[in-house]
């Protein structure tokens, strides 16, 4: 299926599940803030948040200092 993730097309076959398409990128769910289609994923429904053809998203890692 054919999605965008920060402005740029991809094609995804895994599963339908943004966890599980996080972790496809190499990137851990917890240390990112993730935009569907302009609405925030709460963390808590990363694990359930289907991904269908023509999603946008938008993530964001998390950086921490000082």
């Not at 995804?12 to 972790?23: D, F, S």
């Not at 993730?34 to 991904?51: A, D, F, L, T, Y």
């Amino acid at each position: 299926m054919k999605i965008s993730i920060n402005g740029e097309d991809s094609e995804y076959t895994g599963a339908p599940v943004l966890g599980e398409l996080l972790r496809f990128l190499g990137i851990d769910p917890k240390q990112v803030a993730v935009e569907r289609n302009r609405g925030i994923v709460p963390r808590k429904e990363m694990e359930s948040q289907s991904v269908e053809a023509g999603d946008e998203f938008e993530i964001i890692r998390l950086v921490g200092g000082g």
